[in-house]
Structure formats: structure tokens, C-alpha cells
């Protein structure tokens, strides 16, 4: 049979993250610090509600655009944490995952060639999705000494008159940056100058270390030309449950929604009756594990000042992005000594980009007892590479 794949499909390069998992878990006792994923279980009194929700024979269809009580719930959320309101009926989405939302929502908005601009290192998804939606990724690398921030110059300069839409990928993974108001604000006025779309990826707004979240929709004039993307996988340690959310105008959720009934249907029941309680209750089990994933951070930091490995302070997220290039490796080449020599799983720097060139991915979402080791053995590392290099 010819041409039996799609070229699109065949062009697309794997996950970068997923390949070091998948040798991780063929190696036996080997550390990883390479996926981005809670080690806190579910809070039980989520689970006992999706425990429920079973025994109470609740394993129907919700609606696509999901459970009309937890569309209410999100913007009960949203309403408190960002003081902007959403109708629940007509702008809010529950999804499968917030990858999901990712995907359908640059689908609903971006026709062939279409410019999508995408700052980078950031999440795997980004380009990939874009290219699936029929657009044209344009990367804006963002600089270390910014502090990996997006600045209104930078995208400025990225802007032409195919530009459709801005990913604003903060708190960020890989890097944990953030962007504060001053930042958004400085953004919001470009935005608004060359009428383009934004989508706010905020997966991991909750954890956030220096000050309370900002949301680019809190600025004048956003809310309208936003995608809000969030989700239970991070702040909830719910990433196997698989639920995300979108937030937007209605006419951009109205083709969403399309797009999700025809691909999905409607995300898992189960989950969405968790969800519920997970933002009714759930905010203390929230900041019980973002004072733990602070301490953690704060190991992290010290521990790289004492080995003298060079990193900028992250304030989000639960990723660490320390700089490599002094040992005169490529960041896989330095990723794969020390899988191969110490049994320690990173993450390259290029899986979120070029231009993460020179840098790991450190998730500190792992007990800190197993940082201690895989960061005793980073310096055991460091010290002999320093050494062979004299």
C-alpha cells in the first residue's frame, strides 16, 4: 500500500520525556527526577468521592461540555482566585486532560497557515499541536537572563501580519518561571495593539512560591481573547484521573466543544464528581504540598550553589532548569552519563526546544529523600567530570 501514513503524522518527533522514562523503567534500581508527576496520592477525600460517584451507579454521559455542577464549581474558582467571571454554561469546557484543551482549542482557532507563536523551552505539546491545527509554529526563545520571562520586545519582534494566537505557557515547564503583573500587563498591551488570540496555559498556577498567581485575564481587555487552560493533574495530584478545563468567549468554546464531542465526547465521569470536591475542599491539601515542594525547591537551589552549578531561582512549577554548559557536553550527552553512570534520570534541555540547549530538567516532585540521593549523586557527577577536565 502507498503512502499508507499520514507525512504530518510520520513528521512529528517524539516525546523527548518519554524516551528517558521508558529507559528508566527498563533499568533496574534507577532514580528518576524526569517526570512531571506528584508523588502525593490523591487526597482521600477526593478518591472517596469518585468512590462514590461508582457505588451510586453515576458511570453515565455527562453533557460534552461536562457536568453542569463542576462548570459552576470552576468558575466559583476562578471568580475567587482571579476575580474574573465566566458563564458556566456557555464558557467553560471540561476536557481530558488539560492536553486536550491544548489540542481542540488551537483546532477551533487557527486555519492553515496561521502563525502560532510558542515561547520556548516550554511544554512538549505546544508545536506539535500547533502543526496538527494546520499552523505555523514561531518559537521565541525565551533567555535565561530574563529569568525565561516572555518579554513584551520578544514578542513584539515575533509578531507579523500571520499571527493568530500567543501560547503563554506560565508558571512554566521547563524552566518554573513565572510572569508577574508588571509582566502581564506590559504583554496585554502588545496583545491588544495587534489584536491577536492568547492561550494561558496555567496548569500549574497553584504552585507558585513567590507571590499569588497572576493571570493574564485579570488584565484590561483579555478575558475576551483568552483560552484559559487549567486542570487537576498538578495542584491535585490527579494526573491519572485526567481532567483538564477551558475557559474562553463563547464562540471560540461553542467550536470547542464540537471538536471535544466529536473526538471525546465527554471526559470521565468518575473524575468529573472528584473534581467537584477537589475545589470545594481542596485547598488545604493544596498547601500542604506546595509548603512541601517549596522546601524541596529551596534543597534544590542550595544544594546546586554548594556543588557550584549555575541556575536561576525558579518561583513555579516543580522543575528546576540548572545550567550544564560549562562541562562542554550537549544536554542529551550529559543526560545520558548520567543515566548510564549513576542511574539518574534528567531531562535534556533540547526535549523542550533548541534552545533549551545547555540546560537539564530537574522535577523536585519526587520525596526529598530521593532528591538527596539523586542530587548526592549529581555532585558525585559534577565533581568527576570537573576532574577529567583539568
Avoid at 309 to 328: D, H, M, N, Q, S
Wanted: with cysteine; hydrophobic share 40%; glycine share 8%.
Amino acid at each position: 500500500m502507498r503512502d499508507m501514513l499520514s507525512k504530518q503524522a510520520v513528521n512529528l518527533k517524539p516525546s523527548g520525556i518519554r524516551k528517558f522514562f521508558d529507559i528508566v523503567s527498563e533499568m533496574e534500581d534507577a532514580l528518576s527526577l524526569g517526570v512531571g508527576e506528584p508523588d502525593f496520592d490523591t487526597p482521600w477525600h477526593i478518591r472517596d468521592e469518585g468512590i462514590y460517584s461508582l457505588e451510586k451507579g453515576r458511570t453515565f454521559y455527562t453533557s460534552n461540555s461536562g457536568l453542569k455542577e463542576l462548570r459552576e464549581e470552576i468558575c466559583h474558582y476562578i471568580k475567587r482566585k482571579q476575580g474574573v467571571t465566566y458563564d458556566p454554561l456557555h464558557e467553560v469546557l471540561i476536557t481530558v486532560g488539560g492536553s486536550e484543551a491544548i489540542d481542540i482549542g488551537l483546532r477551533a482557532v487557527v486555519n492553515p497557515g496561521d502563525e502560532v507563536l510558542i515561547p520556548q523551552p516550554s511544554f512538549v505539546s505546544y508545536e506539535p499541536c500547533a502543526i496538527m491545527a494546520g499552523g505555523v509554529p514561531v518559537i521565541i526563545e525565551l533567555k535565561a537572563e530574563n529569568e525565561f520571562r516572555l518579554t513584551a520586545q520578544e514578542l513584539e519582534d515575533a509578531i507579523t501580519d500571520k499571527t493568530k494566537i500567543l501560547i503563554l505557557p506560565f508558571p512554566n515547564n521547563p524552566t518554573g518561571a513565572i510572569m508577574e503583573r508588571k509582566d502581564l500587563e506590559e504583554i496585554a498591551e502588545v496583545i491588544r495593539k495587534h489584536d491577536i488570540l492568547v492561550m494561558s496555559d496555567e496548569i500549574y498556577a497553584e504552585l507558585t512560591y513567590k507571590d499569588k498567581h497572576v493571570s493574564i485575564i485579570e488584565m484590561e481587555g483579555m478575558r475576551e481573547r483568552t483560552i484559559l487552560i487549567n486542570g487537576f493533574s498538578k495542584a491535585y495530584a490527579m494526573t491519572g484521573w485526567r481532567l483538564g478545563y477551558a475557559c474562553g468567549p463563547r464562540e471560540i468554546l461553542e467550536q470547542m466543544v464540537k471538536l471535544h464531542q466529536f473526538a471525546i465526547m465527554c471526559a470521565p465521569t468518575t473524575s468529573q464528581y472528584a473534581a467537584v470536591e477537589a475545589l470545594r475542599n481542596g485547598d488545604a491539601d493544596v498547601a500542604e504540598m506546595r509548603t512541601a515542594y517549596n522546601q524541596r525547591r529551596r534543597y534544590l537551589m542550595h544544594a546546586f550553589q554548594q556543588m557550584g552549578l549555575e541556575c536561576f531561582e525558579p518561583f513555579g512549577a516543580f522543575y528546576v532548569f540548572p545550567c550544564i554548559k560549562e562541562f562542554g557536553m550537549s544536554s542529551e550527552e550529559f543526560a545520558n552519563r548520567f543515566l548510564e553512570e549513576e542511574k539518574v534520570a534528567v531531562v535534556p534541555g533540547t526535549a523542550f526546544g533548541d534552545c533549551g540547549e545547555g540546560y537539564l530538567r530537574i522535577s523536585y516532585a519526587y520525596s526529598l529523600d530521593n532528591l538527596k540521593v539523586a542530587i548526592g549523586k549529581l555532585a558525585d557527577f559534577v565533581e568527576r567530570i570537573r576532574a577529567q577536565k583539568k
